[in-house]
């Protein structure tokens, strides 16, 4: 990576897994990384721990609940008040496979949470993006999941209300992930600016993630899966978290590329530009998914709409 002195990041998720190393990657380039985490007190002992491992980490800890809009705009009102540039935002957090559930503001959890959360933050802090003097980047942390289930959206039951399956809510969430990075990334080209929109997966990273949400009770089946799991199909965290890191930092990167790792199946290796599933590019899906996303938050973009080619 290179140097990231005078730069300000925004990581979610960063107390654990690959927000984590994350993090600690950007604090060890130089980077001021502000960790939006769900609990301060998580978010304070991640704090400290890289603190003690690295000489100089400049580590600011702001709550974020991506579950409650009144959250993300206390974060970013916070935000505001503290840091006048933002250079890379990285929307990294999110539950997995969690039993049917909803937000404080009546979403389905993981489309909430992943998908909801990261839209309407990324509307309130794009100003800040576009306003700072270099090229800054959003980058959205999606998953080899968002292809399982339909691999589509289903637009007459976004929210899961009639039929709920935990494996096509995630992937649905992820799916959305890819479509909002690929339309934000139209909307900024139409305007001329030099921010970014890029996409990233981890592959298969040994992190807290299969024990759903760290905020309900996890079953003994599911502590056995998340064990076996992180036991014999991950790469570690530090290397998982490299496409992101790539997709954020690296010079020959271009808005609308999605990165991930280059072994076997994506599941792990060093990062490498891949390709998301046919849904994921389709530009009339994103404008129906991006249309209601503004509608459920509240949050509208002062981006136009790019002319079909
Ligand atoms: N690990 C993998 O193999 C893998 C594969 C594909 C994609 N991913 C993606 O990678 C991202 C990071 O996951 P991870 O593997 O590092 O899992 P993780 O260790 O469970 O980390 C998830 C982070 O998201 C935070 N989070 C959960 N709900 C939140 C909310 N409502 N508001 C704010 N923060 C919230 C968690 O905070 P708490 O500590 O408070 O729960 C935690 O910091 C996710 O988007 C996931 O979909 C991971």
Redesign the pocket.
């Known amino acids: 990576m290179p140097d990231q002195s005078g730069r300000t990041v925004i990581v ?9 190393e994350a993090t600690k990657a950007f604090t060890q380039k130089g980077a001021h990384v502000v960790m ?4 301060l007190e ?1 978010g304070n002992r991640a704090r400290r721990e890289i603190e003690s491992m690295t000489t100089g980490a400049s580590l600011t800890v702001l709550e ?4 409650s809009q009144a959250s993300i705009r206390q974060f970013v009102t916070e935000f505001d008040s503290e840091f006048d540039r933002l250079d890379v935002l990285l929307n ?5 496979m969690t039993p049917y559930s909803t ?1 404080e503001d009546g979403f389905e959890l993981q489309f909430g ?2 998908h909801l ?1 990261h839209f309407a933050l990324t509307g309130l802090l794009i100003d800040h993006l576009l306003e700072t003097d270099s090229e800054t980047r959003i980058v959205m ?5 968002h292809r399982n289930g339909t691999g589509e959206i289903d637009f007459d039951d976004l929210n899961g209300r009639q039929s709920y399956g935990r494996f096509e809510a995630y992937a649905q969430s ?1 799916l959305a992930n890819l479509l909002f990075t690929y339309e934000l990334d139209r909307r900024l080209r139409a305007i001329g600016t030099d921010t970014i929109a890029v996409a990233a ?9 299969p ?1 759903g ?3 309900m009770e996890t079953s003994t089946i599911r502590k056995i899966f998340s064990k076996f799991v992180n036991t014999f199909l ?1 790469q570690s ?1 530090s290397t ?1 978290v490299l496409p992101a890191l790539y997709a954020a930092t690296a010079e020959n990167v271009d808005g609308g590329h999605y990165f991930g790792p280059d072994g076997f199946l994506e599941m792990r290796g060093n990062p490498t530009r891949v390709v998301s599933n046919a849904t994921s590019y389709d530009h009339p899906t994103a404008r129906r998914l991006w249309d209601i996303s503004e509608e459920l938050t509240g949050v509208t973009f002062e981006l136009e709409e790019p002319q079909p080619a």
């Open positions: 979610t998720g960063a107390n654990s897994g690959l927000g984590f939006a985490c769900r609990s998580r974020l609940d991506l579950g990294n957090a999110g539950v997995m937000t949470v992943n959360g942390q999606s998953s080899v999941a992820k997966h981890p592959g298969s990273s040994a992190t807290e993630l024990d949400d760290s905020e991950t965290a998982g």
